[in-house]
């Protein structure tokens, strides 16, 4: 709370006279509202012989929500007088009442009332109204005319809003003829009622996706633009801030989609009518929105340590193979160095596999197998054919069902109506279904084949070997969203690492790999299609050590089993 509203060079504890001038918009400071207000509120100071403080200014916040109680001069100052640090006996001088408050009266009121109660009088200067506890104890006249007056501000600013709702209902109709506001997101600009890309900063959207997709969190992308000193879009911030870019990366603006919104009563934005596509220039492809969006999901659920390197390129997908929690890093000094444990076992919560796996030796020899895998490519050409004609198909039934009901209708079948509605409803999903379907497809067009994505990880392994600093947190950051995007799974068990490999994006493919690396960590794949589809595609067992034998045979063989007979 300021002090200088109990204290502003008068004596503590005298008797003030408090002047609270109110704006809605700043623009309104260009008007002759500030000085009518600031020159009444000292007439009056002047000829009841009060000190007068000025300090109390809210301009550009609106009181018919009851915004101005929450922030600003008369939050400040309500907190004040809640306190009891405000002197009874002092005022609080307004215009009208409605500087105060435009909400409904049973919100206005307590605002009204805990002033009054708290000793303080409350003088509107337009109607010469002085409202004090003393007063309204004896009559209470007065508090009904307050009463009258909050209801009328309320139904003004209501009445106001209403028209500012109908106009932009109009505007909205328009979609597509014409601009609708120069109000457009901070990458674009209005010139000539056409809008257009803010040139640099368009570029900097783009840079941001690109980062996100390859596996940058928004810290690391927020921490890389202050570095280099790219300037922010928002205007009073220091630099960019994560916040920020979360909510660029689920913009759906960059698409060039125009989605209208409205506020309730109290304040919340609701958006109005159905987005709509084509307003804005696309800046980001609809396939790089949805792989950002995935590759940020994915790494919501697997959040990485926030130093110079990621300590674990298994974060989220490292599980315990006996009792299914997160593997957790143990580091034992240069001596033993780095391993992966189970983090039930390492606080002896239940799990009995005690097994610490190397870091080092896991991740070169997981990265090792990405590399040397070989899997035919799937079809995406004509599966996405497949999806499109299946759902055609059943659009077509539907609407050849609805068209024969409609024929009903109008022989005069009332109870058809219903089941006409069920085949509409029922049609725009598939219509739904169908534009989704069609977005996958492109979506999954321009993701890297396979042996591109592994290829990748190859390239950033090698990296890594003469990597320092900032480069080898980058280089490791896109390395695990790499691997994040190659495998669902790496389970450690107590005698193997077994890696579930993700196969295609979209649908599945079958694999089995058992390896044995120079580095001493056994090594199995197994795919994610149900035992009955599973086909072996290669088997390379090597001479395991002692004590492996038995437990990768025993796999084995009942992986062969329920694969079939080979």
Partial sequence: ????????????????????????????????????????????????????????????????RGKNKEVGALAAFLDVVKAGRVASGSFLVLESLDRLSRETVPEALPTFLDIVNAGITIVTLTDKQEYNYERLKTDWTPLLISLGIMARAHEESKTKAERVRQAWAQKRTKVGEAVLTKRVPAWLRVVDRRIEEVEGRSDIVRRI??????????????????????????????????????????????????????????????????????????????????????????????????????????????????????????????????????????????????????????????????????????????????????????????TRRRDRLLDLVEAGDDGAIERVKSLTQRIRALEAEAAKARLNGQVEASLPTRREQWDRVGRLSQALATARGAELREIRTRLAQAIRESLLRVEFGPQVVTCRVRLDRMRSWDGLHYGHHPDGVPFVAIDERPPRQLTVWEIALHEPEPGEREHLDTELERFLRLAGTR
């Fill in 1 to 64: 709370m300021h002090e200088n509203l109990i204290d502003p060079g008068h004596p503590r504890g005298m008797p003030v006279a408090y002047s609270y001038i109110r704006m809605s918009r700043p623009e309104q400071l260009r008007g002759d509202s500030l000085r009518r207000q600031v020159e009444k509120a000292r007439e009056w100071a002047a000829k009841r012989g009060v000190v007068l403080d000025e300090s109390l200014r809210d301009i550009g916040i609106s009181a018919y």
């Fill in 209 to 398: 996706f690109r980062e996100a997709i390859a596996g940058d969190g928004q810290r690391a992308i927020v921490k890389r633009l202050n570095d280099e000193g790219v300037p922010s879009f928002k205007t009073g911030l220091k630099g960019w801030q994560p916040s920020y870019v979360a909510k660029l990366l689920k913009n759906r603006a960059v698409l060039g989609e125009y989605q209208a919104y409205s506020r309730d009563e109290k304040g919340v934005r609701h958006p109005v009518g159905e987005p709509v596509p084509g307003y804005y220039p696309a800046i980001v492809s609809a396939a790089d929105f949805l792989r950002a969006g995935t590759a940020a999901r994915s790494r919501k659920f697997a959040p990485g340590v926030r130093g110079v390197t990621i300590a674990n390129l298994f974060q989220g997908i490292g599980k315990c193979a006996c009792c299914g929690a997160s593997m957790t890093v143990r580091n034992r000094g240069k001596a033993s160095g780095t391993s992966l444990v189970c983090s039930n076992a390492a606080r002896s919560a239940g799990c009995d596999n005690r097994r610490g796996w190397s870091m080092p030796k896991v991740e070169r020899a997981v990265l090792r197998e990405l590399r040397r895998v070989d899997l035919p490519e799937p079809d995406k050409n004509e599966r996405v054919k497949d999806d499109a004609a299946t759902l055609a198909d059943a659009m077509s039934e539907a």
